[in-house]
């Protein structure tokens, strides 16, 4: 199961001091505090700008070394320029992603829910554009997409076809095709139904029979292919908790909250 990395879809989330950061734990220790419970981290942030680099070295500095993080490739190319002339902001991120080193885990291409198939050759173009040392995994927010055109499509190119529990996509659909995955590596992502939910510090919705039904499925994926697997508070309200179970669900070792007060400083 090493070969499983599961972790939450940021960190930066002040509702989570108590339940599950130490009380007390200052913003700037965040990230190295959730480190020492996940082996990875999803970041959001990138979506919205390129980063800087000394951010992205922070990242880097500020977590162990068998750590990962998975990007999210800009809006400015995702959603504004919809994959057209798009290679200079795509080079300028990917030279800061690559600070990372060896923690670089896979770049996250996510699709606006206005673009359908109808734009297959522009992504298709900017997706044989991409540099081999870079893996990448891609999210559809328009169901049109889930054919075998597209299956052979991103197997060609070694994407990964991004996995999604959500509202935009019968959740049955992701566990089939998790069985043939599209690329050297699989992305998994628990988003939830909606953005009804703010407070982020307990679970506050029932999800235990959905991450069964993942919890059966991941075993069999992870032993073809890494896999990643990423976490949204939105899933059921805090991220943390629904990775525990997710963990226990599939014999993993949980890291109970309690611990990381006594860990704190390792880093």
């Known amino acids: 199961m090493s070969r499983l990395r ?36 999803e970041v959001d942030s990138t979506f919205y700008a390129v980063p800087a680099v000394a951010t992205v070295r922070g990242w880097r500095e500020r977590t162990p070394e068998d750590f990962t993080f998975a990007l999210k490739l800009p809006q400015e190319i995702t959603h504004a320029r919809r994959f057209v002339d ?10 800061a992603a690559r600070e990372l080193g060896p923690k670089l885990g896979p770049v996250l291409i996510q699709c606006g829910s206005d673009l359908g198939p109808e ?20 999210e559809f927010r328009d169901r049109a997409w889930i054919t075998e055109a597209t299956h052979a499509m991103l197997a060609e190119r070694n994407v990964a ?17 998790a069985a043939r995955p599209t690329a050297t590596h699989a992305y998994v992502r628990w988003m939830g139904p909606d953005r009804a939910l703010t407070d982020y510090s307990r679970l506050q919705v029932d999800r235990r029979a959905e991450l069964e039904a993942w919890a059966a499925v991941l075993p069999s994926l992870a032993a073809s292919v890494p896999v990643y697997g990423y976490v949204n508070n939105h899933f059921a309200g805090h991220s943390p908790a629904s990775l525990r179970m997710l963990q226990t669900m599939l014999g993993q070792v949980p890291q109970d909250p309690a611990q990381l007060d006594d860990q704190f400083g390792l880093f």
């Open 6 to 41: 599961l972790g939450a879809q940021g960190w930066n989330y002040p509702d989570w001091v108590g339940p599950f950061y130490p009380r007390g734990t200052p913003v700037r220790e965040f990230l190295a505090t959730y480190a020492r419970a996940f082996d990875t981290v």
């Open 119 to 138: 734009a297959a050759p522009d992504l298709t173009r900017f997706l044989d554009a991409l540099p081999a040392d870079v893996r990448f995994a891609i």
């Open 86 to 95: 798009a290679a200079e902001v795509a080079a300028r991120f990917l030279d």
């Open 161 to 177: 076809l991004a996995l999604v529990a959500a509202r935009w996509v019968p959740e049955k659909w992701m566990r089939q095709l």
